[in-house]
Structures are given as C-alpha cells and as structure tokens.
C-alpha cells in the first residue's frame, strides 16, 4: 500500500519546504483515497504565479531567506484576527529588550480606549536580520473589541506600523426560524423560467414574482439562484454564470425595462419604440430549446439606452448621484470596462488585445472616457438600476413571508479578461488558473480558466476585495451561498500550459475569510451555505460546523461502500437537496442521462460499458435505500417510466426526512424535466446554462403557470408534510 504521507526526506528538500512555506501543498489525498505527490516542474511553476522564484537551487535557497527575512521585517503581520468576546493575541516582531506599543482606531473612526496590555512572546528562538538578533512580544487583544474591520497601530523603537484588524464573532448564528424547525425552498436556473413579460430571458421581475408566489402558493421560504454576478455588457454574452466578468457587481442583463421607474413617464413615441422591442423578442419566451441570451441583449440594451437618455426627476438623479458616490472607484472599474469592450472589442489574451496593452490608468483609457461620457454614465446607471430591481424583488420576499427570500450563489473566481482582472491586476495570480483535479465529477480534472486570488496579496490588502464582495452578495439576499467553500481553505491551481490532473493545491487563510462572513452575515441577518461535496478534508468539515457555516447533503452523493446512507443519518447543519445543478434532474438521472451526455461527449477514461453498469448499480442502490425505509413502494420499480413521479417524489420524501436545517427542491424537478443544465468540464460541447425550463414533454412551462403546476403543487406537498 501507498504510503499516504510524505516522508522526511522529501519534507527536507527546498524546494518542498519553500511551496510549504507559501501555502503549496506538495501533496495531496484524491476522491479515491488515492495518494499523491505533486511533480517539482509543477511546484517551480505554481510559486512562480505567487511571484517565488524557484527557476533553480540557487533561486530556491534565496527565496526561502526572503520569505523569512520579510515576515520579520514587520513588526506585525498585515491582517490580524480577532475574535468577539475572546481575550486573544497577536504577536510584534521586536528587537531584543524592545517593548512595543499599540493602539485601536476602531471601524466608525472613533478611537478605542480599552487597555492593550503587552505580554511575553511565544517563545521562538531569535532571528537574525541585517545584523540585529529579533524576538517578540504579544500585545493583547481585549474581549470587548466591537465585531468590525479596525486599524492596530503598533509602535517599537520608534518605528510605526499598522495592521487590518478583522474583528469577528467567532460563529455565524442560526436565523431564528431556524433553530427549532427546518426551513424549505426551491433552487432555480433564473434565466431558464420566463414570463409573458420576459424578454427570452428571466429576468428580476420574474424573480420578484416567483419569490412572492413560492411564498403564497407552496410556502416556501427560500428560492436559491445561480449566481447574479456582472457581465459583458455587449453580445456575445458568456453562458455560464459561474464564469463573470466581476464578482462584486450584479448582471444587468436581467433587469426589466418595463420594471425602470423612468418607463412610466416615457413620451408615447419613446414607449412604443421600448414596446416594439419587448414585440420583437417575445417569441424567444417560447422557445424550449435554447436560452439566447444574444438576441434577447440585443434588444434590450437598445430598450434601456431609450430609457437612460429620457433622463430622471431630480430626485432620481439625487439617488443615482449617491449610490455611484457610495460605490465609488469600484464602479468606475466595471464600467469603464464596459465602455472599452464597448468600443474596442471584445478583449482577449492576445498581446495586442486593449486590455492586454492598456491598464486603467492608460492615456487612451482616460481618453475614452472623456470622448463617450454618456456611454460611461450609461453602464454605470445599469448597476443602478440592477440593484435597486434585485433589491425590489428580496423586499418583496420578505414582505410576503420569507424567513430568508433570495438565496444568492458565490461563483468561485472570475473570468480571465473580465473588469476585476483588468482594474487590479495585483489582486490575482499570474501564470494560473483554479480548476479541480480529478473526480466523480469528470475523470480528467476540469480546468475553469478563472485566475486565482493571490493569497499573499489578499493579506497585505486587508482582505479588502473579498470583504467587499460578500457585502455586495448580502446586500439584496437573506443567505449566500459559496460554491466550493473548499476554496476557502485551498484552490486547485494549473500552471499555464500544464493539463487538470497537473496541478497543485494552494492554502488560503479560511479562519481570516470565515471571520468576514461572520460579520456580514451577522450585519444582514442571514445564513451561509458552503457547497462541501466532493473530496473535503475532515478539518474543512470541522471547521465550517465551528464557524455555523451549513454544508451540503445532495442524496445522490450521500452513500459508503455502494449504499446509500438513509437521510436520518445526515448532517444536521446542512442544505439537503436530491441534486445539483451539476447532475440532469432526478428524472433524467434516473433515466441514466449522464451516461448518456458523457458518452456522447467522450468525457469517459474507462469503457461505457463499465460505467453504465456502475450507473445501473448506484440506481438499484438508490431505489433499494427508498423501499428498504418505507419512502418507495416496491411494486412501483416493476415499470420505473409509468411511475416516474412516484420516485422521484419518493426521493424528496426521503429528503424530509433528514435533520437538516434547510432543505431545496429543485424546480426541473417538480416539472419533470430531464436535461442537465450543466455537464462539467464542457463548453461549447453541450449547451451549459441555455437549457430553458421545460416538462418531461419538452414543453416550455411559463412562469404564470408554474406554481399551479399540479406535478409542483404535488411535491410542494411533499415538502410541506
């Protein structure tokens, strides 16, 4: 048996100890159990996107003494945690028999006038740097420090320096409806439901609407969504929505122009021109085949400029004066952004593309800016009103009774050429990109193109574009969800020009990143969801249910040893669903679909024939766990097609049957749809995230007949029990 553990030998060498240094892990656990250590080429690469140089030995033994001549160097380190209601520590870098000083400035600006005591250091033998033996000492950090992001000022010697000080409840509480009773709602393809006011597309209104009617109709109490993050302002748009130009702004593809306060007081002329378009893109809402969000953008840009250049009452332009102060150079990033791909093109990695040439701080750039103002102001009055109709349709989420409304998804990074790569190049790793290695989910690893936030970076800013982002997430949602919290703890980064499987994992400070959801979480009054499926170390489990984080239980993945572990047996602090947006609907798995996509699609290292026999075992398992505890009835498995309702809803009254805090149906599921909406590590290969929503006939189900939808209504019972 492979040893699972590296040996000392390895450990000693320097190159393994200055990836380990830097937070590389030269080694990992895969899906199987399967040990593995990771290649030196791969290691040499990985430290160079962290900016290490390790080209040779010489390289490596120079970038070790830099590492460590610069942690001591400080004299604290750049952000430093605390914990609310703790009396805990940070340690200062000082010089023999040097005593340092400190000082709070707390959040609000106000001055912090409790006592910051100075103690013993931890003991560490002293370190010598440009000729001076250094040691250190603790300054305490009191109980009584309000949750926040403070400044510590620390002084020694004479020598001054301050820190971010993150300082956070050391647990996210549990709502209060949720403390003795479980909480259930639906998970929704926004763009894939589609009303008669639609145009080919869902949009915020529609979101509004089926959040009020999940409340009236099935009671439920939250609808989760795909990710709402910033996109291309022009055609052609990017499918996927866990792929966005920014994570810190909202896609404003999914306003509704009709829904625009200004649309009411447009001249006959300019509201028939609007009408027209909204004509024009009507039959799109029909079409059951294929989300076009081109078509649908091409019309509704044109709709929204005739709206923008209406202009707004004075008080209107009052509030979009304030929320452009508000948001400030963060703004000014996306939408200058979006004003260069306006007029330039579409960007790309190409040398001589504009965003490869040209930063934000260009001449050409500012130029552009001057030449188009009223472009500019338009893109940055799209978030505007983005915003102000996603915030709509949460209040009417809570207005109607929701325990928590929107549940909004937190996709894992952004695209390669977006505005958040572009405006702060600094912020991300170059030469990378975050994938997975591989997996259940695909055999060969899957590579997202998405460049990975430098850790290093992260801490020397305060963790300040991670802070700001899940702000923006909470500001108009009562939960966030965070597609692969694993990310949180460690990312799975590809050097350039390495495959998947060539890849290492890079550490990140989660304790840091936990205490920030902590605090916006506690300052909206919402819930953190973490999706935990695949291969998590048991310290990443450990560590989500210490903070209150809620994992995820999905049924299909909830088996050992080829059995399924029935839901009595799952975690308590968890979102339970039957799938993922990752897997087709439960009637499509049943009917074995995603054997079927991935044989057409050549995804499969071993034979069909074997997987589709591993497929026929996992379903008879399945349909075993559902009679075996009473959810199924076994007569029903005799003709499977006929009584395809009946199984599926036996698997979401299994579901309820779970401890868990927060359960999800997924809409395809309560209509009878069959296709994946997303088959991973695939493009162009299959039409991800353009699936519309449709019945088991392939029939499109419009958005005013899908919660009296009787198949809906019948699992929306279920789900009630």
């Known amino acids: 048996m492979t040893e699972k553990i590296e040996n000392e030998e390895r450990l000693a060498r320097p190159l393994v100890r200055l990836a380990k240094l830097v937070g590389i892990g030269t080694s990992y656990i895969g899906q199987s159990n399967d040990y593995h250590e990771i290649d030196d080429d791969v290691l040499v690469a990985v430290l160079a996107a962290l900016g290490v140089d390790a080209s040779n030995d010489e390289a490596v033994e120079t970038s070790i003494r830099t590492v460590l001549d610069e942690r001591h160097r400080r004299l604290v380190p750049p952000t430093v945690l605390h914990a609310v209601g703790v009396q805990d520590s940070v340690l200062v870098n000082t010089g ?8 709070i400035t707390l959040e609000n600006g106000q001055e912090y006038h409790g006592e910051l005591t100075v103690g013993a250091g931890d003991g560490s033998p002293s370190y010598m ?61 926004l763009y894939s439901i589609r009303s008669r006011g639609s145009w080919g597309v869902g949009d915020y209104a529609d ?34 929505p866990y792929l966005p130009i920014s994570r810190r702004f909202i896609n404003f593809t999914y306003i509704r122009p009709e829904y625009v306060e200004e649309y009411g007081d447009l001249d006959e002329q300019t509201k028939s021109q609007v009408d027209g378009l909204h004509d024009q893109a009507d039959p799109l809402n029909g079409d059951a085949q294929i989300i076009d969000r081109d078509a649908m953008w091409r019309l509704k840009m044109r709709a929204l400029w005739l709206i923008y250049k209406a202009g707004r009452s004075a008080a209107r332009q009052a509030r979009f004066e304030e929320f452009k102060a508000r948001v400030g150079t963060e703004l000014e990033s996306y939408a200058t952004w979006c004003l260069c791909y306006d007029k330039w093109g579409a960007p790309s990695v190409d040398p001589n593309s504009w965003n490869s040439r040209l930063n934000r701080d260009s001449d050409e750039v500012q130029a552009l800016r001057q030449q188009f103002p009223d472009t500019l102001d338009f893109y940055r009055w799209l978030e505007w009103i983005a915003a102000e109709q996603l915030e709509d349709a949460q209040r009417a989420a809570k207005d109607a009774g929701m325990a928590i409304g929107i549940m909004s998804d937190m996709a894992v990074g952004v695209h390669p050429v977006g505005s958040d790569v572009w405006w702060n190049p600094e912020r991300f790793a170059k030469g990378a990109t975050v994938g997975a290695p591989p997996d259940y989910f695909n055999q060969q690893g899957q590579d997202w193109s998405q460049p990975p936030l430098n850790p290093i970076e992260l801490e020397n800013t305060g963790y300040k574009v991670y802070r700001d982002m899940v702000h923006g997430m909470f500001a108009n949602a009562g939960a966030v969800r965070i597609d692969h919290i ?61 903070h209150g984080v809620l994992g995820c239980a999905v049924e299909w993945f909830e088996q050992s040893d080829g059995e399924f572990r029935p839901p009595v047996k799952w975690r308590e602090y968890a979102l339970a669903s039957v799938d993922t947006h990752d897997l087709p609907p439960a009637a ?3 009917a074995y679909e995603h054997v079927k996509i991935r044989e057409r699609l050549h995804l499969l290292d071993t034979s069909v024939e074997e997987f589709q026999a591993s497929a026929v075992k996992e379903h008879n398992a399945m349909l075993s766990m559902l009679v075996d505890n009473g959810y199924l009835d076994p007569q029903l498995i005799t003709d499977e097609q006929a009584n395809e309702q009946a199984i599926v809803e036996s698997l979401h009254r299994a579901l309820k049957d779970s401890p868990s805090k927060l359960l999800a149906a997924a809409i395809v599921d309560a209509v009878g749809e069959r296709r994946a909406q997303n088959q991973p590590g695939t493009d162009n290969e299959y039409p991800n995230w353009r699936v519309p929503l449709a019945d088991g006939k392939g029939d499109v189900v419009p958005l005013e007949e899908l919660f009296d939808n009787p198949r809906l209504q019948s699992l929306a019972n279920i789900m009630n029990e």
């Open 96 to 103: 023999i028999m040097e005593v340092p000083s400190a000082s």
């Open 129 to 189: 740097l440009d000729g001076k033996f250094l040691a250190n000492a603790s300054i305490q950090l009191p109980a009584d420090l309000p949750a926040g992001y403070h400044t510590l000022h620390i002084t020694v010697d004479g020598r001054s320096e301050d820190a971010t000080l993150i300082s956070a409840p050391e647990r996210i509480s549990l709502l209060e409806a949720m403390e003795d009773q479980q909480l259930w709602g639906w998970m929704a393809q």
């Open 207 to 240: 979101l509004k609407t089926m959040l009020v009617e999940a409340k009236k109709k099935t009671n439920a109490d939250f609808i989760l969504v795909n990710p709402l993050h910033a996109g291309e302002p022009v055609s052609p748009l990017t499918p996927s």
């Open 486 to 546: 694993l990310g949180l703890f460690r990312l799975w980064w590809i050097p350039e020009g390495k495959s998947a499987k060539n890849g290492a994992y890079v550490y990140y400070d989660s304790e840091i990143m936990m205490g920030i959801l902590a605090i916006e979480s506690a300052r909206a009054g919402g819930v953190v969801v973490g999706e935990d499926l695949g291969v998590v170390p048991e310290y990443v489990v450990k560590s989500l249910g210490r």
């Open 588 to 590: 499509g798995y049943l």
